[in-house]
């Protein structure tokens, strides 16, 4: 099963609208949360949340971790043709340290 | 700065062949290392990572395996490719554990035939 379950999978929009990606997950001795964009080939880090830091924002994007919902979420807006891509969100488990359990990713187009 | 090189970009091979994909970091010292692969319909699955030269840890068994013969290193093989093998290959390093942010190369697109 799933430790880390994305949705949707694929969206949609026009240039300028707002969207927001979603990420749940279920693991044990939760450590961090990663957000990931990526285009052609390599992933590049967005943000990383953990319990001291649930909020964090760049720019036009910005993403919440909600420990209590086990869930979180990837806001953009102003969306440009340029964000599209996969997003792919991560989830760090304490006693492992080290691995990444990857959800499957949302794909997003910005049409103009 | 830090730069990653994965090598080849991609790769075609039939199944029973041998594979070698080769990982370099530059600009950091004693990184944790990692392979991922990235299947059609499916997330990133880590494979192999590494905290120390000759350090090696497998998270999902299969006919793959890994070395890391020098400190920024790190080298993903096969004696024999399967139909299954084919996928993203995604290298990846990381200073700690503990900040878990992970910077990833490239990657190698192998098609197994």
């Known amino acids: 099963e799933d430790k880390v379950v994305q949705s949707p999978l694929s969206l949609v929009v026009h240039e300028g609208d707002t969207v927001t990606l979603n990420c749940s997950y279920e693991?044990?001795?939760?450590?961090?949360l990663l957000w990931y964009k990526q285009e052609k080939k390599a992933p590049t880090f967005l943000f990383m949340l953990t319990s001291s830091g649930i909020e964090k924002k760049s720019g036009r994007l910005s993403s919440i971790l909600d420990k209590k919902e086990l869930s979180s979420i990837l806001n953009i807006t102003a969306t440009q043709t340029g964000d599209s891509a996969i997003y792919l969100c991560?989830?760090?488990?304490?006693?492992?340290?080290?691995?990444?359990?990857f959800g499957k990713g949302t794909s997003l187009l910005v049409t103009p | 700065s830090q730069t990653i090189h994965q090598w080849p970009a991609t790769l075609v091979q039939p199944v029973g062949s041998p594979l070698s994909l080769e990982c370099t970091v530059e600009?950091?010292?004693?990184?944790?290392l990692y392979w991922y692969r990235q299947a059609a319909g499916r997330g990133l699955q880590l494979l192999f990572y590494?905290?120390?030269?000759?350090?090696i840890s497998s998270e999902v068994p299969q006919n793959l395996s890994a070395s890391r013969p020098q400190d920024r290193q790190f080298i993903l093989s096969s004696k024999k490719l399967l139909l299954s093998d084919s996928g993203f290959y995604l290298c990846?390093?990381?200073?700690?554990?503990?900040?878990?942010?992970?910077?990833f190369g490239p990657g190698t697109r192998l098609t197994v035939t």
């Open positions: 600009g950091t010292s004693n990184p944790n």
């Open positions: 990846a390093w990381s200073v700690g554990a503990a900040s878990g942010e992970q910077y």
């Open positions: 590494s905290v120390g030269i000759g350090q």
């Open positions: 991560a989830v760090v488990e304490g006693y492992s340290g080290y691995a990444l359990n």
């Open positions: 693991v044990t001795n939760f450590r961090s």
